[in-house]
């Protein structure tokens, strides 16, 4: 199984340069598509409830202080070799899905499903929030018909 970074640092060989958001919204739904088709997540690390979306902490730490990034420029070495052809797949797939709309897109999206939503449960809107959006959580929305996300529909 590969790390986050590692599946981050394949995202941005195929977008070359986007906001941080982007690149952590777009690493959120390649793990969910994961976790919808193959009942595993593409990487161990998980994601949080934060104001702006599901942001993975790890991944965080990697482009901290940085707006925009791009290929080569996480701050921990990240090797892209260790994306297997399953967890390239799915990110393939995400990016030509999602590549499109732009970070702010994806995390007005993110704020309207349950799996962000329920984890931030009694938190104010722009509050500060580390509570973690379980996996079970993940795969139970995006597999449902409740789930507009065009990623899903597109399955």
Excluded at 48 to 77: D, M, S
Aim: glycine share 6%; charged share 25%; hydrophobic share 40%.
């Amino acid at each position: 199984m590969a790390d986050v970074l590692s599946v981050a640092e394949y995202i941005l060989s195929k977008t070359g340069y986007v906001s941080t958001m982007k690149l952590q919204k777009l690493a959120f739904c390649s793990n969910a598509l994961s976790l919808v088709n193959d009942g595993v997540p593409l990487f161990p690390e998980r994601f949080q409830a934060w104001a702006n979306g599901p942001v993975c902490r790890e991944l965080f730490q990697a482009h901290r202080g940085k707006f925009i990034i791009g290929p080569g420029e996480l701050k921990t070495p990240s090797v892209v070799s260790k994306i297997d052809a399953h967890a390239r797949v799915r990110v393939d797939k995400t990016v030509c899905v999602l590549g499109d709309y732009d970070g702010n897109d994806l995390s007005e999206l993110t704020h309207k499903e349950a799996p962000w939503r329920d984890a931030r449960r009694g938190c104010e809107e722009n509050e500060r929030c580390d509570a973690v959006i379980s996996n079970e959580a993940i795969r139970a929305f995006y597999s449902s018909a409740e789930c507009a996300n065009p990623l899903f529909s597109a399955t």
